[in-house]
């Protein structure tokens, strides 16, 4: 049985083996002066003792829908089963009835560094939320595919030499494991020394993923402040850039005559190494229904990609402000974006310069189910008590950044530096949106849990008691997969815990959901094999 290793505690199978493989070692004894023995036993022992109690099966079907899950919440209560016409009670059941006496559900938490799973389905629901809002479809009209959009990168401006990558015309797939040949960091024969005697040059060329790259030449030198205050102050800097290029494309509409328009976005905030802001956006142009502001509607033609493209890079060199004046610096940080800046079209299949929506989706749904892992940095929010583990103002690179926001969230006005220190300053959502420009997470999540269910019903119908699958708080009349719901279960439901039992039950639970996973893939492969059986005709080798 291959063991699934993303669990949290994940030991060597094999105690003194750096790299275990899956598989190997799952029987072996650990050595008895392991200094892991007395960790590694209760794995071993608790998932044996699961696997033999009666009831095995049922455990694990009870567990299937957060089975993937780190640490999943556990709750307990009553779960009434109603008619969902009448409002009639059917039937109601106790959680103590059920394995466990709980309900398992998935913790939903977006981050990959907490949760793999839940964040492989955040970032899946992600894709199609933003790939809805530039093909249409999950209630969103298909005449979004003939509006203009264009896929933007904005950057931070700098706060200090740092050292870099200066890939000119880099073709990777993949940007963080790009290996195309780099310029050196900073070619200067002539270099400066600063104040503190540092010589501000590097001849390295830095691989991708040098744990130099985004590090301060000179620390000492390096505007911390202005750093985390511009942080906290980017999603304010988009506001404005947007509204200002909305501006400018109803100028250009009334100069040419035609009916209003606005600017509808989806987008993603990334870390760049250095611990400064990226923003990922995709504008797309809509039309102004005045008597329906919520509703999607064409642009009117006349204004083009060429314009949105003009307005934005407008807007994006031009926008710049000064923050609220701070104690440490009276007359406020200058807010603006960096010169480096990308704007382009989008299509809705890859031609020339145009990026594709598949590749916008993927893209903008990959850094939604990021934090700040780039810098180096990860922790959750601080407090007076663990600050002191992850700020220094002598420190690294990251340590500095949450020390200069924990010091400049003193003053009043400012304490969302404090609030968002293990953010580096930022305490806006990693991904976000017009409310007009797709669909929500949470309709996204009810399709794919309808989706679940219909397939839930028709491979396991429900016992013959009627009982309901525990977890499903919606439940489908026919088995034939029809939307309509007849019966609704309501969940009257408290909080009694997180995580699994033992950390036998979570090995068993995510190896479960492993070996799902691995079935579907291996399905889906054999479906795709068989439709190119199927529809290639042309013989391989002429
Ligand atoms: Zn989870
Ligand atoms: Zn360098
Ligand atoms: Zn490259
Ligand atoms: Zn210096």
């Known amino acids: 049985m291959p063991i699934q290793l993303d669990i949290a505690s994940a030991l060597a199978l094999t105690p003194g083996t750096a790299c275990p493989a899956p598989g190997v070692g799952a029987n072996t004894e650990p050595h008895p002066f392991s200094p892991f023995a007395h960790e590694f036993r209760p794995h071993l022992r608790t998932a044996l003792q699961r ?71 955040y970032q899946h629901d992600a894709y199609h939320l933003v ?80 744990a130099q790259l985004g590090r301060p030449l000179c620390p000492d030198c390096y505007d911390y402040a202005h750093h985390v205050a511009w942080n906290n102050h980017a999603g304010e800097l988009w506001r404005r850039t947007k509204q200002h290029a909305e501006r400018h494309l109803n100028q250009l509409a009334r100069h040419r005559g035609l009916p209003p328009v606005r600017l509808s976005h989806g987008k993603a905030a990334e870390y760049q190494a250095r611990g400064a802001l990226h923003f990922h956006i995709l504008l797309r142009l809509d039309g102004l229904a005045p008597d329906h502001p919520d509703v999607i509607t064409p642009p009117p033609d006349g204004i083009t990609v060429d314009d949105i493209i003009a307005a934005l890079t407008l807007a994006a060199s031009t926008i710049t402000y000064t923050t609220d004046s701070h104690p440490a610096c009276p007359d406020g940080w200058a807010i603006a974006w960096g010169e480096q800046h990308e704007i382009r079209a989008i299509t809705l299949s890859a031609s020339g310069d145009a990026l594709d929506d598949q590749a916008v989706a993927a893209y903008l749904a990959k850094y939604s189910t990021k934090g700040t892992e780039a810098t180096g940095h990860t922790s959750r929010r601080l407090t007076t008590e663990t600050i002191d583990l992850y700020a220094n103002p002598y420190g690294t690179h990251p ?127 054999e479906l795709a094999h068989h439709a190119w059986e199927q529809s290639s005709s042309i013989p391989l080798a002429a």
């Open 51 to 121: 696997a033999a109690r009666p009831g095995y099966d049922a455990w694990l079907r009870h567990v299937e829908s957060a089975a993937a899950c780190i640490h999943p919440i556990r709750l307990y209560g009553t779960l009434a089963t109603v008619d969902a016409r009448t409002g009639e009670l059917l039937a109601s059941r106790h959680t103590s009835t059920l394995p466990d006496g709980v309900i398992y559900k998935a913790c939903g938490n977006r981050r990959h560094t907490v949760c793999p799973a839940c964040a492989t389905t």
């Open 131 to 210: 790939r809805a809002g530039l093909v249409g479809g999950k209630t969103i009209p298909d005449s979004v595919r003939s509006h203009p959009a264009v896929f933007a990168t904005l950057t931070a401006p700098s706060f200090g030499p740092v050292h870099s990558r200066d890939v000119r015309h880099c073709l990777c797939r993949d940007k963080s494991r790009c290996t195309c040949r780099t310029a050196p960091c900073h070619a200067r024969r002539d270099a400066p020394t600063c104040p503190h005697g540092t010589a501000l040059a590097c001849w390295q060329r830095h691989a991708a993923g040098d």
């Open 399 to 525: 340590e500095r950044l949450i020390a200069a926001a924990w010091a400049l969230g003193h003053a009043p006005g400012w304490s969302g530096l404090r609030r968002w220190a293990h953010m580096l300053g930022f305490g806006g959502h990693f991904l976000t949106k017009t409310r007009r420009y797709s669909v929500t997470f949470g309709s996204i999540r009810q399709e794919r849990a309808a989706y679940k269910r219909a397939h839930a019903l028709s491979n396991h119908p429900p016992q013959a008691e009627g009982l309901p699958e525990p977890t499903r708080f919606h439940r489908q009349g026919g088995l034939d997969g029809k939307t309509e719901e007849t019966t609704l279960i309501l969940g009257y439901l408290t909080y009694a815990g997180t995580g699994w039992h033992t950390t036998g039950d979570q090995l068993l639970a995510n190896t479960a959901a492993a070996q799902a996973r691995e079935r579907t893939r291996a399905g889906r492969q």
